[in-house]
C-alpha cells in the first residue's frame, strides 16, 4: 500500500510520469516524421489515356514521355528526376501478369479497387538497367495488361561501406503516383 510522504511525490507515480512523458514526446516525434514524409500533391497535373482508359497523377515538374511501341504493346515513362521515374507498360499483345503461386516476393496489392500483383523487379532490368531497385505492380483490364514499374537509379558505388540500395517500395513520390492509378 502506498503512503502519503511529505517529502514529495511516490516513487511508482514518478516513475509513471516519465513514462507517460516519454511516450507523448516519442509520438510526437514519429508523427513530425509521418508529416515531413506526407506528399504535396497539390500542383499536380493528371495524365489522361483515352485510347487505353486509365488516368495517373503526378508532379508538375515531371517529363511525361510519349507513348511509344515497345514489343506486345505500348510504354509511357514518366522522369521525375534524373535518378527516378516511373513507367507504364500497356500489353495488349499475349497479356499475362505473373502467377502469384510462383514466388513468395510477389503480393496482391489494391489500387483504386483494382488488383494488382506487386513484385521486386530489379532482376528483371539489370541487362537495360544494370544500377535500378524496381517494383512492378501487374494489373488487368479489359484483356489488356498493365505494368506499373518504379524505378529508381543508383551508381556503382556499392564498395562504400556506408552505401545503401535506394528504397523504391518506401519511395513517398512514386507510391503516391500509384496510388492515383485509375481506370476511368
Same mark, same amino acid.
Given at each position: 500500500?502506498?503512503?502519503y510522504?511529505?517529502?514529495g511525490? $511516490?516513487?511508482?507515480? #514518478?516513475?509513471?510520469?516519465?513514462?507517460?512523458?516519454?511516450?507523448?514526446?516519442?509520438?510526437? *516525434?514519429?508523427?513530425?516524421?509521418?508529416?515531413?514524409? +506526407?506528399?504535396e500533391?497539390?500542383?499536380?497535373?493528371?495524365?489522361?489515356?483515352? &485510347?487505353?482508359?486509365?488516368?495517373? @497523377?503526378?508532379? &508538375?515538374?515531371?517529363?511525361?514521355?510519349?507513348? !511509344?511501341?515497345? =514489343?506486345?504493346? /505500348?510504354n509511357?515513362? *514518366?522522369?521525375l528526376?534524373?535518378?527516378k +521515374?516511373? &513507367?507504364i507498360?500497356i *500489353?495488349? &499483345?499475349?497479356? /499475362?501478369?505473373?502467377?502469384?503461386?510462383?514466388? $513468395?516476393?510477389? $503480393?496482391?496489392?489494391?489500387?483504386?479497387?483494382?488488383?494488382?500483383? /506487386?513484385?521486386? #523487379?530489379?532482376?528483371?532490368?539489370?541487362?537495360?538497367?544494370p544500377?535500378? !531497385?524496381?517494383? @512492378?505492380?501487374?494489373g488487368?483490364? %479489359?484483356?489488356? @495488361?498493365?505494368?506499373?514499374? =518504379?524505378?529508381?537509379y543508383?551508381?556503382?558505388?556499392?564498395? %562504400? =561501406?556506408?552505401f545503401?540500395?535506394? %528504397?523504391? %517500395?518506401?519511395? $513517398?513520390?512514386?507510391?503516391q503516383?500509384?496510388s492515383?492509378?485509375?481506370? *476511368?
Amino acid at each position: 500500500m502506498l503512503k502519503y510522504s511529505k517529502r514529495g511525490i $511516490s516513487t511508482p507515480i #514518478a516513475i509513471g510520469s516519465i513514462f507517460v512523458l516519454v511516450f507523448m514526446v516519442g509520438g510526437g *516525434f514519429l508523427a513530425y516524421q509521418y508529416q515531413r514524409t +506526407e506528399v504535396e500533391t497539390e500542383n499536380w497535373k493528371t495524365y489522361r489515356n483515352d &485510347e487505353y482508359g486509365f488516368e495517373i @497523377e503526378y508532379p &508538375e515538374d515531371t517529363q511525361v514521355g510519349n507513348l !511509344v511501341y515497345i =514489343p506486345r504493346g /505500348k510504354n509511357i515513362t *514518366f522522369k521525375l528526376s534524373s535518378t527516378k +521515374e516511373l &513507367e507504364i507498360n500497356i *500489353f495488349t &499483345e499475349n497479356p /499475362k501478369c505473373p502467377d502469384t503461386t510462383l514466388g $513468395s516476393d510477389i $503480393s496482391n496489392v489494391s489500387i483504386n479497387d483494382v488488383n494488382f500483383m /506487386k513484385q521486386y #523487379a530489379s532482376r528483371n532490368y539489370s541487362v537495360v538497367y544494370p544500377y535500378a !531497385v524496381a517494383y @512492378e505492380y501487374c494489373g488487368m483490364s %479489359d484483356g489488356i @495488361e498493365y505494368k506499373l514499374v =518504379p524505378k529508381i537509379y543508383y551508381s556503382k558505388n556499392q564498395n %562504400d =561501406p556506408n552505401f545503401v540500395l535506394p %528504397d523504391v %517500395d518506401n519511395d $513517398s513520390v512514386l507510391n503516391q503516383m500509384i496510388s492515383t492509378f485509375k481506370f *476511368f
